[in-house]
């Protein structure tokens, strides 16, 4: 599945149109990507916590989706409770007339996530357990003919319960803790030619020439890789904490 998806990312490497030859070079490519695996519990976290409304939200009948204008935050990777979201580093080598794709599925650090409250309506609950089905650690059972019976003990508040149930009978209290700041914009001063690129490509607004310079507001700021990769002078740099 992986491997398509490189695929498809990279036919900008050769021309599928009949009848057009394309001569390509040898070269290296890096790219990253993201995608989520049908493991997906339909938790919803990613939805909500997306901050530039890159994730498709996801129903009972089909995962959650990455979109095209996902940035690259890892915001999503970092709250998934079940790590079904993949960062994915590609490098794809061209030689002659042959393209090897590798790819590394990178780690990503995970939020805190606990439940704090979570109870059944019991004049809601319809018993049919759709509830049961998505439950990453099994933490609900539903007698026959009963309503649902939660563990706490087990459960980790992810949500799923709550979102897939179509009578909304499931009421949750939960705490998510920060996104973990594995990586830090730097910005060489000197080399900037206040071309405004930044400011006016960045998703979030974070990003500020004021001045001869640019200033960047760390609690805006989602490490994404819009303003490094679209630098002209390179004068951004995205690196590694």
Known sequence: MLEGEVALKSMDLEDAREGVKVEIE?????????????????CNLCFEECPVNAIEEPKSTRPAKILDNCVKCEICAQTCPVSCIHVIE????????DV??????????????????????????????????????????????GIAQIDKETCVGCGACANVCPEGSIE??????????????????????????????????????????????????????????????GALKLEMV
């Not at 590609?90 to 007339?97: A, F, I, K």
Request: aromatic share 4%; proline share 7%.
């Open 172 to 233: 949750l209290v939960r705490e998510l803790g920060p996104v973990i700041k594995t990586k830090e914009l730097l910005i060489d001063h000197d080399t900037c030619v206040q071309c405004q690129v930044c400011e006016e490509n960045c998703p979030v607004d974070a990003i500020k020439l004021e001045g001869d310079q640019v200033v960047l507001d760390p609690e805006k700021c989602i490490l994404c890789e819009v303003c490094s990769t679209k630098c002209p002078v």
């Open 100 to 145: 090897k794709y590798h790819l590394k599925d990178l780690k990503v650090p995970h939020r805190k996530l606990r439940m704090k409250e979570i109870r059944v309506d019991p004049d809601k609950c319809d018993s049919y357990a759709t509830c049961v089905k998505f439950c990453p650690t099994g933490a609900i059972q539903v007698p026959e003919g």
């Open 26 to 42: 040898n070269c290296v490519l890096e790219d990253k990507f993201i995608t989520i695996s049908p493991e997906c519990v339909r």
């Open 90 to 97: 590609s490098t794809t080598h061209v030689e002659d007339d």
